[in-house]
């Protein structure tokens, strides 16, 4: 059985002339699923009988089983999804008024190991595939439902959820592409944004097959520290990093690198910290999002206070930088990347080790 959330817009019309089908049908099946949220090939109402039929033969239209959900008080919800072989990812859905943000998982777990990350803390399991990608998007919106003017509740996606997406490039550029493909979901290339921890030859391929908005998680101003908080800067360091960022704007000048920075207390939430900052971006167009530190059981760090946060936040935007304070969101239901999952498992037992070092 082919699932069709697997096929990008290109490869759905190769698909169907496989099958002896023109293109324009497979537009039809892919404004059916992604516009009409539907599933089942009878409900086609513009397909000939004989195509559904023979779909019904060959095709399915699967997102991953929902294994658990759960709903926060200010109405975020998670939902951890089964990706098969003990292994599960999270969707974490937010409402704000005006835009429904989805942040999105493209790796069960994750090799990159950030010290602050519970994500890394499990290791990392496989690539998801795109249709475990893109189905996390189908999955929601079909769950939430559309508003009373038919649109879907799913208007900003981040992949900012587990694992890192420019090292499961193919699978998630093409879940990208579907996203703002005008007979997909026709989301504006900017209500899209791919973080990556820095891997700078894949931000290069990202700028020239699928330009979306782009974040960095940076953490760190300067190499000693961000090489122990985001050790893959020890492969593409900070000079490196801040060039590719350059050149991945270069095509679009009016657009910006946003800089996530989760705030830990006394390790990089200093005014001085702030200031390498300022030194650091100087020539890169961008702004700042400033992230508490979302803490899990046996993590080493703890959130700096709130008028550390803001004294850091105004030295920032005193440079002209403008920089935002990332609400806390879904606190009781865990929301931050990776806890939900790591609940289940810990594949790398690094939980165990770091206690018998620390004993
Ligand atoms: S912060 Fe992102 S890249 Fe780093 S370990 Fe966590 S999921 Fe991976």
Not at 127 to 142: D, F, H, K, M, P
Not at 238 to 244: G, H, R
Not at 297 to 320: C, E, H, K
């Amino acid at each position: 059985m082919q699932n069709l959330l697997d096929f990008e817009p290109a490869a759905m019309t190769a698909w169907f002339a496989e099958h002896g089908e023109k293109p324009f049908r497979a537009r039809q099946v892919l404004r059916w699923i992604y516009k009409g949220g539907e599933s089942d090939f009878d409900a086609m109402s513009d397909l000939a009988i004989s195509l559904r039929e023979k779909l019904k033969l060959i095709a399915c239209i699967q997102s991953p089983k929902v294994m658990r959900e759960e709903t926060a008080s200010d109405g975020t919800r998670k939902w951890l999804l089964d990706v098969g072989t003990g292994n599960a990812v999270e969707t974490v859905f937010i409402p704000e008024e005006g835009r429904g943000t989805l942040c999105v998982s493209t790796q069960a777990g994750c090799a990159l190991d950030c010290a602050f990350c519970s994500t890394g803390k499990q290791g990392f399991n496989r690539n998801l595939s795109t249709a475990e990608i893109i189905g996390q998007v189908w999955w929601a919106n079909r769950e939430l439902g559309k508003d009373a003017d038919g649109n879907w509740p799913v208007t900003n996606v981040v992949l900012m959820g587990m694992g890192e997406p420019l090292l499961n490039f193919d699978n998630t550029v093409n879940a990208l592409r579907l996203m703002l493909d005008d007979n997909a979901y026709g989301l504006s290339r900017r209500r899209v944004t791919v973080s990556t921890s820095g891997v700078v030859p894949a931000m290069d391929r990202l700028r020239d097959e699928c330009p979306v908005a782009l974040a960095i998680s940076l953490h760190a101003p300067n190499d000693a520290l961000r090489n122990v908080l985001v050790p893959i800067n020890q492969k593409y360091p900070l000079q490196e990093l801040m060039a590719a960022c350059q050149r991945y704007l270069e095509k679009a000048p009016r657009d910006f690198v946003t800089f996530e920075y989760v705030m830990l207390a006394g390790v990089n939430d200093s005014v001085q910290h702030a200031r390498e900052l300022i030194e650091l971006v100087r020539d890169v167009p961008c702004k700042f999002n400033l992230i508490p530190f979302n803490p899990f059981p046996q993590a080493p760090y703890q959130r700096s206070d709130m008028p550390t946060v803001l004294r850091f936040r105004d030295v920032l935007m005193q440079a002209g930088i403008v920089t935002t304070i990332r609400k806390v969101r879904g606190d009781d239901i865990a929301a931050a990347c990776g806890q939900l999952a790591g609940q289940v498992q810990d594949k790398t037992k690094r939980t165990h080790r770091l206690m018998e070092v620390s004993q």
